[in-house]
DNA sequence: AAGAGAAGTTTGCAGTGCTTACATTTGCGC
DNA sequence: GCGCAAATGTAAGCACTGCAAACTTCTCTT
């Protein structure tokens, strides 16, 4: 966002623009975060952006791509405070270490709905194609799978199959924030404000369920 | 809707089509199974049906009142599956019958994904203008409910709290069936002819884990 | 048999993603 | 500095969409 060689740092800026690769997706972003993923149009980013409808074009080759771009931000914002929250909630003790993750997950997901969204839902841009992102996805599974091997190995839970372990974890955890986003909370008699705070005691009555018995 | 004084019920039908509007919930649905919820367009429909692309709008006032009715046929069929299933399922046990019904939602959402995919995304279709999924969404909440209530009564839970254990049930139920539809499975190692068995099996987890401990 | 209303059609408008041809600006080798 | 190629913008246009209006055809009622 920056402009070291060019001639009129501020507004006249006729034709080049300076970097509009990086307005495009935060305007993109705020597109979505306004009203959704299907909210988001090339040409509505455009006229924001203040350019032609045709302009990113020339930074994107598909609306998917801008997508895309605009899932890979979401996702570096996620990831970032996603460790930021499980550095906070240092904690050794694995079973702390998996609620703390639980939550951090569910945080985001709960006050980032829309970008949630789009991160969620791979039909909306190329999973495939976006390597940072994957690997910032991975990094947040990886980091649920340590915790529950070593849950795991110390003896504190009721099955040691691994995979069966995160896929219920991660099932619960996505399946309520999904639900929030879709809307299905007030018809199962959860309000706004309470939204998140029931779903936290929903994971800790998973975790105190897996938890082995004395 | 059907056919009593036309006088040619079958092939040559100019003009009058004779049941337009159920045919083109039909070919809906078909478009909506072969490509989501987006792959729909009210002109392809109209070209599936043979008609004019206007012609919906004389039984459907926008698109979205078409999804609708693509919806509601979908949650019949949803709903006279899930009963056929719990019928069959037929137990007194509440433990066993919240398994039964766990199963049934599981089964027929992975095996008509985009069928649940629509019915699940509440922005997709006019949910409150659409009376009858409404109440039969809410019989198939009201069957978990009384399963559960029936389980703290008997004292099987290690929670009485009737909502949280609801929400938790369906939390972990709605996300393993989302995780699905959202391509989510095979980055958590769950092969496609395993998934739905892997998520019964998380099922079966959370059950044991929400039992009361001897 | 007449006429009204239901259920089709054609035409057209505004919005979309995306392409092509053209214009401007900028960075780079000389 | 100069000049040119590449980068980055614009304008015009295509095929598609949802939807509205005006028109036509059929069917039902009386």
Same mark, same amino acid.
């Given at each position: ?10 507004r ?6 300076? #970097? ?7 305007a ?7 009203? /959704? ?7 509505e ?18 609306? @998917?791509?801008?997508?895309?771009? @605009? ?5 570096? &914002?996620?990831?970032a405070?996603?460790? &930021?929250?499980? #550095?906070?909630?240092?904690t050794?003790?694995?079973m702390? &270490?998996?609620?703390?993750?639980? @939550? ?16 969620? #839902? ?32 110390? /003896?504190?839970?009721r099955?040691?199959?691994v ?9 619960l955890?996505?399946?309520?924030? &999904?639900?929030? @986003? ?6 199962? /008699? ?13 994971? #800790?009555?998973?975790?105190?369920g ?5």
């Open positions: 966002m920056r402009t070291p060689t060019k001639r009129k740092p501020v006249p800026r006729a034709y080049h623009h300076g #970097d509009l690769r990086q307005t495009l997706v935060t993109g972003l705020a597109l979505v975060e306004e009203g /959704g993923a299907e909210a988001l149009s090339v040409r980013v455009a006229r924001r952006a203040g350019v032609s409808s045709a302009a990113p074009f020339r930074h994107f080759p598909s609306r @998917i791509a801008l997508m895309t771009a @605009i899932a890979e931000e979401a996702m570096r &914002r996620f990831h405070e996603f460790h &930021r929250a499980l #550095d906070a909630a240092a050794s003790d694995p702390e &270490r998996f609620r703390a993750i639980g @939550i951090a997950y569910l945080r985001w997901a709960f006050r980032n709905p829309t970008h949630f969204q789009v991160l969620s #839902d791979r039909t909306l841009f190329d999973f495939e194609g976006a390597t940072e992102l994957r690997r910032q996805d991975e990094e947040i599974r990886a980091a649920m799978e340590v915790a529950v091997t070593a849950a795991v190995r110390a /003896g504190r839970l099955s040691d199959d995979r069966l372990l995160q896929l219920t974890g991660r099932g955890v996505y399946g309520l924030a &999904r639900m929030q @986003i879709d809307g299905h909370m007030p018809r199962w /008699g959860v309000a706004e404000d309470e939204a998140e705070a029931m779903a936290v005691a929903a994971l #800790d009555l998973l975790a105190a897996l938890a082995k018995p004395a």
